[in-house]
């Protein structure tokens, strides 16, 4: 169904909304630095304003996507139409006392920064975090996919998941009624992560700040930082980083335009200045033809791809 801004506003009209941006060219907030215009940008404050929102673009049959810090989506040339839902006025986060085995929690809602979280947790000495320092994603993004570094992942602090359906309801998951696997878990797909409870340790301070003092270090050394990306654009396969195939296939520093596999981490794919989407797309197809010609290997994204072609 094709929609414009301005059913969207009228769908919208009435309600109170942090903010509302109109075919906002969404170069503007992804990581990427790239991609074209959504026919609208929502910020919400609080979960009143989700289900609002939701609720109206749902009656009204108008597309919609959830989306967090915008690190790992790629928006195509010619824009997303309907809704992005930008989650990110969702961001409060509370640490609780220590439970009867010593176990202590931290809630947190969909749309708080990755970095924010690592730091509350650090200050408060709680251990388990530390594998997510340096990842610029948001709490929603981070459990849906079930991101993970360094030997850890979402699903090993977990304790359960809030859901908002797409029809207003709320559900709690357990830990042990989500299904999570390597970059993905079995949450239902009509249903929004609106926050989370994370189960953490008591820890040393200066044993978990430096810790995460090693991940960054490590993280400047190997990653582009330098450069807007999406981070991580292939999957690893079992027992073979993405990013030393590539490297294998002498594909570093390969170049589109202004798109290029980094020639410090295969598994980048830099922005180098004006870059757009459709020459990433085209790179990101060459890589995955070289791959499976050469080795017949089928090397699947990561990042999440939205939005209509040019």
Excluded at 35 to 44: F, K, N, P
Excluded at 113 to 129: F, I, P, W
Aim: net charge neutral; charged share 25%; aromatic share 6%.
């Amino acid at each position: 169904m094709m929609t414009d801004h301005r059913e969207i506003a009228d769908a919208l009209a009435g309600l109170t909304i942090g903010k509302v941006m109109y075919n906002e060219p969404m170069a503007l907030h992804t990581s990427l630095k790239m991609g074209g215009h959504a026919d609208a940008l929502i910020l919400i404050e609080n979960e009143e304003q989700l289900g609002d929102v939701v609720g109206r673009l749902r009656a009204r049959e108008i597309p919609f996507l959830p989306v967090g810090n915008l690190s790992n989506v790629l928006v195509q040339d010619g824009g997303y139409r309907g809704a992005l839902i930008w989650m990110r006025g969702l961001d409060r986060m509370v640490v609780s006392s220590p439970d009867a085995d010593g176990r202590y929690f931290i809630d947190v809602q969909a749309g708080a920064a990755l970095a924010r979280l690592v730091g509350m947790a650090a200050a408060s000495e709680l251990t388990g975090l530390e594998f997510c320092t340096g990842i610029p994603g948001s709490l929603g993004g981070a459990i849906w996919m079930n991101a993970g570094a360094y030997g850890k992942e979402m699903k090993d602090v977990v304790g359960s998941v809030l859901l908002f359906s797409n029809r207003g309801e709320k559900k709690v998951l357990t830990r042990k009624e989500i299904a999570f696997t390597y970059r993905n878990s079995n949450l239902p797909a009509d249903m929004i992560v609106s926050g989370a409870r994370l189960v953490l340790q008591k820890g040393s301070g200066a044993q978990i700040q430096e810790r995460m003092a090693e991940i960054m270090k490590m993280r400047r050394e190997k990653h582009p930082l330098e450069y807007p990306s999406a981070g991580s654009v292939f999957r690893n396969l079992p027992g073979l980083a993405a990013g030393k195939l590539i490297e294998d296939l002498g594909l570093k520093g390969m170049r589109l335009g202004d798109v290029q596999v980094s020639k410090k981490h295969g598994n980048f794919i830099i922005n180098k200045g004006r870059g757009t989407a459709t020459d990433m797309l085209a790179l990101i197809a060459l890589v995955q033809e070289k791959a499976w010609n050469e080795k017949g290997i089928r090397l699947e994204t990561e990042i999440v791809i939205i939005g209509e072609k040019a």
